[in-house]
């Protein structure tokens, strides 16, 4: 087994650095014998990660290709036009920025291109699924932009439109951010667009979480609607850790200068080549299959954890996530997390709407990726029950989480 995957490094850092390449294999052998139900996980490639593990890591490159504020740039150039154009034919979009380095940076440039200090910001509330961006007091979004925050529908869960347009034309925001951490549903971007356009404000899809099934065909695509689009590339897009940023062309030089020199310096060009290798991977019938099958197992699992007794929200999923309540089988999200961890399966808590207590927020990119289908999706929602409930003890069901990963390995040899 190699540390990295990279092949030019993974020799040279057991050799040289033996405390910190056990350390590697440890995290490899805790992601290949546990269970990854973070929604916003997944396994990524091994010729991105040899991308993140190559010489292109040393690289200076601020600017952007043709403008670099260093010399020798010239090779790296030509891996960014290439991760651009991927990325723009992949989305159709008129303008990629490929230089964000989390998705929370790409927020921060679409943010600083169309805005100004203490403008009006309509987003989710964080309560329904609203990222940190998207105006927690501790983020700078929060204490920079007077952030009004719309809901979910108390009974359906679902975003309430009729509540974001009367926000909208109350409090006429320069901005409306659509987009979510833990929202199950495919959002509406038409309608997102339509009120935009009636109180003039810039419409912001922050696609952090469904840019992967949207590369896909398997979830509807914001670039037609939104005036910017921030996206991760590490979620289910499974890229390496990065974000990145669509826009028309009229927006192109701002949403650039915003993300160069405004808010970060050089560029990671290892990154970068990684996002192009990634990109490139997305465009394949390969990765629609995978999509397809990403929101098919999530579907499948959301409805065997119905059939244990577990409250779905919004009754099941359009994406790769579900979010649940695990209160009708005498617990509540955290316990039932501490619980599941014990027994190898690895997932978070999430908000629930109007309710004080957590739930559980799961997802299954990473599952899918490592070749799992309908069939280990019930037995996941079956043992993830028995966890819950206490019916399982937490030896056995390791015992279990053991046997079921170990026929899917997500790096084979
Ligand atoms: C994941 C996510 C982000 C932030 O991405 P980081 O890379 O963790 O900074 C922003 N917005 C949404 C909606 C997300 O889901």
């Known amino acids: 087994m190699s540390v990295t995957h990279a092949p030019q490094t993974a020799d040279v850092l057991t050799r040289q650095d033996p405390e910190l390449a056990e350390i590697l294999l440890g995290e490899l052998h805790r992601q290949s014998s546990t269970l990854q139900l973070i929604a916003a996980e997944n396994f990524c490639s091994p010729a991105v990660l040899a991308a993140l593990g190559s010489a292109l890591a040393n690289k200076y490159a601020e600017g952007y290709p043709g403008a670099r504020h260093h010399g020798g740039c010239e090779i790296v150039d ?27 940076s790409a927020v921060l440039a679409a943010y600083a291109a169309l805005l100004r200090p203490g403008d009006t910001v309509l987003a989710l509330g964080l309560p329904y699924g609203g990222h940190l961006t998207h105006g927690s007091p501790a983020n ?30 109350t409090h006429r925001p320069k901005a409306i951010v659509c987009g979510s951490i833990a929202y199950p549903r495919h959002i509406d971007y038409a309608f997102f667009r339509e009120v935009a356009d009636e109180v003039g404000a810039y419409l912001i899809a922050d696609a952090a979480h469904p840019i992967g099934l949207v590369a896909g065909g398997a979830a509807p695509s914001p670039v037609p609607y939104a005036d910017v689009v921030c996206a991760t590339t590490h979620k289910v897009l499974r890229g390496p850790r ?22 970060q310096g050089g560029a990671q060009m290892h990154t970068i080549a990684a996002k192009a290798v990634a990109f490139g991977e997305a465009a394949t019938p390969a990765f629609a299959a995978y999509a397809h099958q990403v929101v098919a197992n999530a579907r499948i699992l959301a409805a065997a954890l119905a059939d244990e007794g577990i409250v779905v929200t ?34 978070d808590c999430c908000a629930l709407p109007h309710a004080d207590t957590r739930g559980l927020r799961l997802g299954t990119a990473a599952v899918t990726t490592q070749g799992m289908a309908e069939k280990e999706m019930e037995r996941i929602a079956a043992l993830l029950a028995g966890v819950v409930r206490s019916e399982v003890e937490s030896v056995r069901a390791r015992e279990e989480v053991r046997d079921l990963v170990g026929g899917f390995p997500p790096y084979p040899a």
């Open 78 to 104: 030509v891996a960014e036009r290439l991760a651009v154009d991927r990325a723009k034919s992949l989305f159709g979009a008129e303008h990629a920025n490929v230089q964000s380095h989390s998705g929370s």
């Open 140 to 169: 700078f979004s929060g204490r920079w932009f007077d952030f009004v925050p719309y809901g979910v529908d108390a009974e359906t869960g679902l975003i309430d439109h009729e509540q974001v347009r009367t926000l909208a034309r």
């Open 242 to 263: 990065g974000g990145m940023i669509l826009c028309g062309g009229e927006l192109a030089e701002r949403v650039d200068r915003a993300v160069f020199p405004f808010t």
């Open 314 to 347: 919004t009754g099941g999923t359009d994406t790769h996530l579900v979010t649940a309540d695990p209160a009708p089988l005498g617990v509540d999200g955290r316990a039932a997390r501490g619980r599941l961890a014990a027994a190898g399966m690895v997932l």
